[in-house]
């Protein structure tokens, strides 16, 4: 399957000088919200984007300034870039099989995934971009979903894009978390009560039973670790479970939507298109193709 090249436009002043890639995508669709690149070339030019951007080193190794920084990041290696990161890089060895995949998407809806996560502000206030590496498994699966994405409409192929952007994303918000923060064991045992579905028809009130804090207590202390809302955090943990339902059972979405413990179809479809960017029907859809 052809590899769409994605060409932010800009004018660059040398090597170091920075510039800003404006979000005019220029992908076979001239989408103005997201895109995939694939490159096998150096992009050694200081530069800035309008957007946000996931580096994933598919392949060889590449050195990669950021910031006035310096790392070589090799294969599985991805690197979440705000628009105010200022980077460049080049292949450590240029006669070697090399090659890189950037997923761009608009600053909107990258703040919108963020915002639901409750993680905006510590990304966008974070000194330095976050970087995590992929397994073997994720990686193939990227590339699959990358390749399957070019043969689809315009609205599907923002969609799918949207859709892998978000699955690299929770993969930095985990590593993120596991990095900063260390638990107390009552919350270890009440995030498990949380992460447990035979509870997701519970209220936030009933939910803070199992703790020894009163619920008001409960949810000062909850933001705190979790820098999140407990709302917050069950509502995208039910939406996490419900596309392991979506894509592995046959359930209807009124079953889906009672074992969330959503009173009706059309809060669950809310709900989901809020943290996803995409009905449950356009994710089931997606991600029910045979890759």
């Known amino acids: 399957m052809k590899k769409t090249v994605l060409t932010p436009r800009f004018s660059h002043g040398g090597l170091d000088a920075p510039t800003v890639c404006q979000l005019k995508l220029c992908n076979h669709h001239e989408s103005q919200i997201a895109g995939i690149n694939w490159r096998n070339t150096d992009f050694p030019y200081m530069h800035t984007h309008a957007f946000w951007e996931i580096l994933l080193i598919t392949d060889g190794q590449v050195l990669h300034t950021c910031n006035g920084k310096t790392a070589t990041l090799s294969k599985g290696a991805a690197c979440l870039l705000r628009p105010e990161d200022n980077h460049k890089y080049s292949f450590v060895n240029g006669k070697a099989k090399n090659e890189t995949i950037t997923f761009c998407l608009s600053s909107d809806i990258c703040h919108s995934l963020l915002t639901n996560y409750g993680l905006l502000d510590d990304f966008t206030n974070s000194s330095d971009p976050s970087v995590i590496m992929a397994d073997n498994a994720l990686l193939d699966d990227i590339i699959k979903k990358s390749l399957l994405s070019q043969s689809l409409s315009k609205s599907a192929y923002e969609q799918y894009i949207i859709m892998i952007f978000n699955q690299l994303l929770l ?3 985990e590593n993120r978390i596991n990095r900063n923060t260390a638990y107390p064991n009552w919350l270890n045992d009440f995030l498990s009560v949380l992460h447990n579905p ?3 028809g519970k209220s936030v009130t009933e939910l803070a039973a199992y703790t020894h804090y009163s619920y008001s207590r409960l949810i000062v202390v909850f933001q705190k670790y979790l820098r999140c809302s407990l709302s917050e955090y ?8 419900s596309k392991s339902l979506l894509v592995n059972t046959d359930k209807s979405m009124l079953e889906i939507s009672l074992d969330l413990g959503y009173d009706s179809v059309s809060s669950f479809n809310h709900n989901f ?6 009905t449950p029907l356009q994710y089931k859809k997606i991600n029910t193709f045979n890759v």
């Open 273 to 278: 298109k809020s943290s996803t960017g995409l």
């Open 198 to 200: 035979s509870n997701f």
């Open 171 to 173: 993969h930095f918000i």
């Open 234 to 241: 069950v509502r995208n943990t039910k939406i996490t479970y």
